[in-house]
């Protein structure tokens, strides 16, 4: 069974930092896309960052750049979302999502393009 877990959310103060696991049990993520999203209350899912398993490029939503890393390790079948500098609108549960097809590249930030997802983990960032 094909299963995606996140885990390392919390409460950060401003300025803080976390990262945050996406481990994968039932598959091997080496052919997947792995996207993170966010859902804040009362808004719609965003998408912040995606990997691609065909060549390793990376993708971030223009709120996050220069800010969150994301990054694989196939040998753990996980994959991370670094996240520095946070600030109180980062506020949100985070979701992790994997997609096999399109080659293993990252077919943009549109959750309905994406079949696998996580449970979320929250992210709190107050002071």
């Known amino acids: 069974q094909l299963q995606l877990v996140e885990s390392g959310g919390g409460l950060v103060q401003p300025g803080g930092s976390l990262r945050l696991s996406c481990a994968a049990s039932?598959?091997?993520?080496?052919?997947?896309?792995i996207g993170w999203f966010r859902q804040a209350p009362g808004k719609g899912r965003e998408g912040v960052s995606c990997?691609?398993?065909?060549?390793?490029?990376?993708y971030y939503a223009d709120s996050v750049k220069g800010r969150f890393t994301i990054s694989r390790d196939n040998a753990k079948n996980t994959v991370y979302l670094q996240m520095n500098s946070l600030k109180p609108e980062d506020t949100a549960v985070y979701y992790c999502?994997?997609?096999?097809?399109?080659?293993?590249?990252?077919?943009?930030?549109?959750?309905?393009?994406?079949?696998?997802w996580g449970q979320g983990a929250q992210v709190t960032v107050s002071s």
């Open positions: 990997i691609s398993s065909s060549d390793g490029s990376t």
């Open positions: 039932g598959f091997t993520l080496d052919y997947y896309a």
């Open positions: 999502a994997a997609e096999v097809r399109y080659g293993g590249r990252c077919p943009g930030f549109i959750p309905d393009l994406f079949g696998s």
